[in-house]
């Protein structure tokens, strides 16, 4: 009898390995760099006559309509530093995957079926939170899925870090940075809003890294007597401006009582959209103080990745491409005690990684005499 294992083992790997990837939900800095990573270790280790990197357009939206090309080696190089995505993204809302619209379409079939044409062996799935929850139910639904995770806000649940976060965090403290001198100008306080709808990492980080006065996060609801009073006692020793770096989602003490909904018609009745405007004007009435704001907005997402997001998201892609080649799939990829690891994707999808009251950088921030709210 012969052994015909030789033969069987040439026979496979002679095939070629077709990899989805796409990237979805907000961009950031990284993730063309991560795509990088994935590809060039992909190419090193199976050599690129025998890998295809098939790139999805605009997030789940390419996959559920079709919308995709394999890719050439030469697409992933020259990207390390280039913010933004090559592939393009888009917001799919996972609340809306079973959900058929007036198109349709059923959107978790269609990207099923589509995965099936591409004839992938596996997709990877670059965002954040809700990109986790999708892919996750793609795993379920018998796809062979590897997650990588990035988001400025650095929330996902399972890793210490995200790309993206880093890069945003010197954005937005050097927005920090430079209110210092005209509000020193002016004697005015300057109210900085940072992206953070749910989680405060990025301002509490910046805020720290930047001077702030008062740092406002979403998980600490504040009270604007004791934001007030933060700047009245600055006044008193004859310091003459202060700055807060606010988080987007913050919410005061009266809010937390309430349920969503409540808040936002709350805040229309009044006529703020967020409660940094609000903010600003209840400063001004109670302490006299000149109050201005300053956002800095989608700037926290653009531009070159920082040299840290750079190395992590070359990290993440490489360790994401050993997933692949080992045939390990319904993970994400995480960083956990400074070393490259994953989580199950089951275990991970649907929960946020929120500043829990005590942590150590909240206590930093108590100690150097920054008001917290």
């Known amino acids: 009898v012969l052994d015909r294992s030789f033969d069987t083992k040439e026979a496979a790997f002679s095939m070629k390995k077709r990899v989805g990837i796409l990237t979805s939900g907000g961009d950031c800095p990284g993730l063309n760099a991560t795509l990088r990573g994935v590809a060039k270790a992909l190419y090193q280790r199976l050599g690129e006559d025998h890998v295809e990197i098939i790139g999805i357009s605009n997030g789940y939206s390419g996959l559920i309509n079709g919308d995709w090309r394999v890719m050439q080696p030469s697409e992933f190089s020259g990207i390390l530093t280039v913010g933004g995505t090559i592939l393009g993204t888009k917001r799919t809302p996972f609340k809306l995957m079973r959900v058929v619209g007036e198109d349709h379409i059923d959107k978790v079939e269609a990207m099923k079926k589509n995965y099936a044409e591409m004839k992938l062996d596996?997709?990877?799935c670059l965002g954040g939170n809700g990109t986790h929850k999708t892919a996750n139910l793609l795993s379920e639904e018998g796809?062979?899925?590897?997650?990588?995770?990035?988001?400025?806000?650095n929330d996902i649940f399972g890793t210490d870090v995200t790309f993206g976060f880093h890069s945003a965090m010197e954005i937005a403290t050097e927005?920090?940075?430079?209110?210092h001198t005209t509000a020193g100008s002016h004697s005015r306080c300057m109210v900085v809003e940072l992206m953070g709808n749910k989680a405060g990492w990025l301002t509490l980080y910046a805020g720290i890294a930047?001077?702030?006065d008062i740092i406002l996060i979403p998980e600490l609801p504040y009270s604007i007597e004791n934001v007030c009073a933060a700047i009245e006692k600055r006044a008193a020793q004859g310091k003459r401006f202060s700055i807060l770096a606010v988080a987007e989602g913050v919410y005061d003490v009266k809010e937390a009582r309430m349920k969503k909904k409540e808040r936002m018609a709350k805040r229309a009745e009044q006529g703020y959209t967020t409660a940094t405007n609000r903010i600003a004007k209840e400063i001004e009435e109670l302490t006299g103080i000149e109050t201005r704001i300053c956002v800095p907005g989608h700037m926290q997402r653009g531009g070159s990745p920082s040299p840290y997001d750079r190395v992590l998201a070359t990290q993440f892609g490489s360790y994401a491409a050993k997933m692949v080649e080992d045939c390990n799939y319904g993970i994400t990829v995480a960083m956990k005690n400074n070393h490259v690891g994953e989580n199950k994707l089951k275990d991970i999808a649907g929960k946020s990684r929120l500043v829990p009251e005590g942590h150590g950088m909240l206590e930093v921030a108590r100690r150097m005499g920054i008001s917290v709210g």
Do not use: F, M, S, Y
């Open 210 to 212: 930047g001077g702030a």
């Open 175 to 179: 927005a920090i940075d430079r209110v």
């Open 143 to 153: 796809l062979n899925i590897i997650g990588l995770p990035k988001t400025i806000d």
């Open 122 to 124: 596996c997709l990877l």
